[in-house]
Nanobody, 124 residues
Framework: QLQLVESGGGLVQPGGSLRLSCAAS????????IGWFRQAPGKEREGVSC????????KYADSVKGRFTISRDNAKNTVYLQMNSLKPEDTAVYYC?????????????????WGQGTQVTVSS
């Protein structure tokens, strides 16, 4: 049974950077596409980025293109989300989720295993 644990969240000033990690256990990540999602208070969960099993295909929400970079290290069973030029509107709980297979999607409905989330707060 695949389990996911996010880490790396915290408080950062506008313009700053954070790197989130999504560590998997219970199974190898090689078989799974991974997505990053976020949910701000009072808002719906939003797809931020996703990456294919081998890392060759990535997608980004328009709101984070050019600022966020998703990557994965299957040998470490970990997926990363590098977040640069952070803005106050990036404040949210960030979740990673897995989807068995190769298709990537920013729709949360396509994912079936979720981590517990990590809080990212961008504020001066």
């Amino acid at each position: 049974q695949l389990q996911l644990v996010e880490s790396g969240g915290g408080l950062v000033q506008p313009g700053g950077s954070l790197r989130l990690s999504c560590a998997a256990s219970g199974s190898t990540l090689d078989y799974y596409a991974i997505g990053w999602f976020r949910q701000a208070p009072g808002k719906e969960r939003e797809g931020v980025s996703c990456i294919s099993r081998a890392g060759g295909v990535t997608k980004y929400a328009d709101s984070v293109k050019g600022r966020f970079t998703i990557s994965r290290d299957n040998a470490k069973n970990t997926v990363y989300l590098q977040m640069n030029s952070l803005k106050p509107e990036d404040t949210a709980v960030y979740y990673c989720a897995s989807r068995y297979g190769s298709t990537v999607s920013l729709s949360s409905l396509q994912y079936d295993t979720w981590g517990q989330g990590t809080q990212v707060t961008v504020s001066s």
